[in-house]
Every structure is written in C-alpha cells, then in structure tokens.
C-alpha cells in the first residue's frame, strides 16, 4: 500500500473528510500507529519530554529528531510522516532551515517538515518549499516559545486572536501544506478552518478544526501528568506496571520460565 500523500489530505478538506493525527517516536508505537490506519505520523518534538527525558520540548536536538524520524519511517508503511523541525535549527534563516530541511531528507526520508511560528518564519518557509520540501505551519501555543508565552496557556483570546488569523492566512498564501492550531479558543479555530483553504489540524482547539492532533502518549494512558487538552482512551500505565508485576512475582516463585520458554 503506497503512503497518503499532501494531495489526499486537500482532497479530504475538499470532501469535508475529517482525519486524525498522531505523534509517535520510536519503531514499536509507529508500527503499532500505523497499522491502526492513522493517515499521518507526526515526529512531534513533543518527543523531548516523552521519549528523550526533558522536562520540554526545547533541549532536543536535531540529531535526536533525525534519529526518531528515521525509526519512525522505516517502521511504517502507509502514513505521512511530517518531522518537526527542533528549537534551534531555523530559527536564524532561510538557509539554515533549507540545511536542517535537507537533513531530514535525506538522513530520514519522511515526506513533509513542521515548524512553529507566524509572519517571521515565512522566509524559511518558501525556501524550503522553493526547494520540493512539504511543510505543515503550527500556530497557537507554539511550545518552543513558551518561556515568550508566559506558559502553556491558551492563546489567541479577545483581541491577539486576530494576529494569530493574520498568520495564519499568510502561512496558507506563502504555501504551508496544513496548519496545527495549538491551544486556542474553539471559536477562533473553527473559524480559520472555514477561512482557509488547507487542512487545519486541532490540539486543544475545539471540534471545529478540520483534523486532530495528539501526543500518543497521552492517548493511550502512558503519561504520568497529561495536558487537559487530551483525553487517554486507555491506561497503558496501569496495564504496563501489572504485567511487570506480575513477572516478577513468577521469577520470585520460580513460575517463569515455564516448559513453553525452556530449552533442552
Ligand atoms: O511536538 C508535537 O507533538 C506537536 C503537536 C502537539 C502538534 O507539535
């Protein structure tokens, strides 16, 4: 089965087809994502404090992101794996953003890039675009900003929703492929997800959005302190911690191994 490609998401927008996003960073949950049929991968630097031990998202390095966005892509088959660019590796201009763009490519191969921010990321934008690269926008609650933000609040309410607008009509007219809107009043979303003419994908944004986005983590129950904007659909945690239990009580008992893992 080949990949879903940025063509098919503008098709399902056209359609009114909603869709599900979903972060992973490693081989076993891409495998497991991926077989459950998720359209798009997303190699969030999320990856920072639920992979790689930070307390943010902002000490991961490029590397790291290459490294997880390679295990992801060649662990999966049919999703679009979109790789998120790191604090630090576009920030500073167009050219360093194409360098880190084409990192990616050709150290990971997934087929699309995210990176955060309105208006002052543009230049880097259209370079990689210019250069055959697929990137997806993120606006709202941009985490790599957070110390700037004040914290992980909601962004965009009363009057500053109106730039968060702005950015977002010139994110879709400098060429942005799709847009994550993180954090911001539902009203605000579902707006711009009428207004613009590419898939606007949700976190903490309401039911309006066209997409939604999680941290798979956080969905499956396996993070200790989720955000209030997801909801875990199961408790991984729990069933993890039992089923460790429950072996060490066998080895304690002599119960494991048994005939079935004994060799003779
Ligand atoms: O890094 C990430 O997981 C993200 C999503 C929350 C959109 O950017």
Redesign the pocket.
């Known amino acids: 089965m080949s990949r879903v490609t940025i063509s098919d998401l503008a098709k399902w927008k056209t359609a009114g087809q909603k869709w599900a996003m979903l972060?992973s960073y490693d081989q076993i949950s891409a495998e497991i994502i991926d077989e459950a049929g998720i359209p798009v991968i997303?190699v969030?630097?999320?990856?920072g404090n639920n992979f790689y031990g930070y307390e943010n998202?902002i000490p991961v390095s490029l590397n790291e992101m290459i490294s997880s966005t390679r295990a992801v892509v060649e662990s999966s088959k049919h999703a679009l794996v979109v790789a998120?660019f790191p604090f630090g590796s576009y920030e500073s201009s167009p050219e360093q953003a194409l360098e880190t763009g084409v990192r990616f490519f050709k150290e990971a191969k997934p087929q699309a890039v995210?990176l955060e921010g309105g208006a002052k990321v543009i230049p880097q934008i259209k370079k990689l675009i210019a250069a055959g690269i697929p990137v997806m926008g993120?606006l709202g609650l941009t985490?790599q900003s957070v110390h700037a933000l004040g914290g992980f609040k909601v962004q965009g309410r009363g009057d500053s929703g109106i730039s968060i607008k702005e950015d977002a009509k010139a994110l879709e007219a400098a060429g942005v492929f799709a847009l994550?809107l993180?954090l911001v009043p539902a009203e605000l979303a579902n707006e711009i997800s009428k207004e613009l003419s590419i898939p606007v994908?949700g976190?903490g944004a309401g039911i309006g959005c066209d997409a939604q986005?999680l941290?798979w983590t956080d969905l499956v129950g396996l993070t200790k302190e989720p955000p209030k904007l997801a909801k875990a659909y199961r408790n991984l945690r729990s069933e993890i911690k039992g089923a460790i239990s429950e072996w060490v009580l066998d080895v304690e008992n002599s119960k494991f191994p048994d005939a079935e893992q004994t060799f003779h």
């Open positions: 972060t997303l969030g630097d999320s990856a998202t998120d995210k993120h985490p994550v993180e994908i976190i986005v941290v």
